[in-house]
């Protein structure tokens, strides 16, 4: 039997980007596939549940925790196959996803400039289908190896297979087939294209380019301005903790969102190719007046109504995932009284 190195009583501070203060009883580093094979050879280590920790981006800790946590920390960067039109290239799933996007581009393979400075890890992308300025993962996306847990047996998934949908994967759903809580994702595969074309459709992105008199940017062009509009508006989690976006986009149907412009010409809708209407999540909360708003040391991102914050750095006091929690469900609560939709967080709570 493989020794399992299983820390204890571990801080989970510099590992959640919210910055909440909170424990793990214990937490084994995955540095490899293989120790994840050792783990399913001990199953009573399992007991308690477990959580599966990337860069702790999309997360709210509400307490300290009693499962074991399983720190992702496989390294790599790779291209594994060159066709004639992708370069086939992987990295291990505790890369931090925004140097593996500098790196891709520096070794010039381009398509996932847009995903820019996307906090969290090479490993959790997939699992939210995470997405910016008119690119998802998905668009991107080769192919994944994953470990199913209780069995510690490896197998490869490709993009069919993920179920990608907005902010959505197997990896999240419970159901027929779902994969939440069961299985690990070790490494992922992207097929980045040689016949690029810039995705510079987003309204941000055209106002950069005006503003820097730009007409058709490398793919190293689109990073910088993805990275200026994000620095921009988003909060840099070393300095202020938060989750990037805390809300999903609302889909609602064309006679709800009907309704809703009778009342509010001004709503910022996006009619869908399905029917359906997404409406930014963003302006709905800022309608209600929250925007630059706090509830004890959690608070509304002032330039930006869907990122909500840690006050940490003005109070000096961490906010409790508790907290945050409150402050979420008070904004739910009000924009469900005003405009009737239900806000989904994006974050997982644990
Ligand atoms: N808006 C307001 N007030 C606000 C915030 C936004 O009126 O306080 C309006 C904006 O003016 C804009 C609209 O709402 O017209 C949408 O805002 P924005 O362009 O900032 O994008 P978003 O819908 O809020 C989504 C993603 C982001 C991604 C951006 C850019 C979701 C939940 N969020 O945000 O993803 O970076 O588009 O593509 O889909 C994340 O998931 O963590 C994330 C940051």
Redesign the pocket.
């Known amino acids: 039997m493989t020794i399992l190195r299983i820390e204890h009583n571990v801080s989970l501070d510099p590992y959640n980007t919210l910055g909440i203060a909170a424990r793990a009883h214990s937490l084994l580093r995955v540095r490899q596939p293989s120790d994840l094979q050792a783990l399913a050879e001990q199953p009573r280590q399992l007991e308690r549940g477990h959580l599966v920790l990337g860069g702790g981006s999309n997360m709210v800790i509400t307490g300290d925790l009693l499962a074991l946590v399983i720190k992702m920390e496989i390294q790599g960067r790779t291209l594994v196959e060159e066709t004639d039109r992708h370069w086939i290239v992987q990295a291990g799933a505790g890369e931090v996803w925004h140097d593996f996007v500098a790196w891709t581009l520096q070794q010039g393979y381009p398509g996932l400039e847009n995903l820019a400075l996307?906090p969290g890890t090479v490993g959790a992308a997939p699992v939210q289908n995470?997405?910016?300025?008119?690119i998802e993962l998905q668009d991107r996306f080769h192919s994944l190896d994953a470990i199913e847990l209780a069995t510690g047996r490896p197998f490869t998934l490709d993009a069919t297979q993920c179920r990608f949908s907005y902010?959505d994967s197997v990896f999240k759903q419970k159901g027929e087939g779902g994969l939440a809580g069961k299985a690990v994702i070790t490494q992922v595969r992207f097929a980045l294209p040689k016949q690029w074309r810039p995705e510079i459709g987003?309204l941000?992105i055209e106002r950069k380019m005006a503003e820097w008199g730009i007409t058709g940017p490398t793919a190293q062009q689109v990073f910088d301005m993805v990275v200026a509009i994000?620095r921009a508006?988003?909060p840099d989690p070393a300095e202020v903790g938060n989750?990037?976006?805390f809300?999903?986009?609302p889909v609602v149907s064309r006679e709800q969102c009907d309704d809703i412009i009778g009342r509010d010409p001004h709503i910022?809708h996006y009619p869908m190719p399905d029917g359906t209407v997404k409406l930014?999540?963003?302006?709905l909360?800022?309608a209600c007046g929250w925007?630059g708003k706090s509830m004890g040391n959690a608070g509304v991102y002032p330039k930006?109504?869907?990122v909500l914050i840690n006050r940490f750095h003005e109070t000096g006091i961490r906010a409790t995932g508790g907290e945050v929690m409150t402050l979420a469900q008070a904004i739910q609560t009000s924009v469900y009284e005003r405009f009737g939709i239900r806000l989904e967080p994006?974050p997982v709570v644990v």
């Open positions: 996307i995470i997405g910016a300025y008119g902010r987003y941000d994000r508006k988003l989750v990037g976006s809300f999903k986009n910022v930014a999540a963003g302006w909360i800022d925007r930006q109504a869907l994006e």
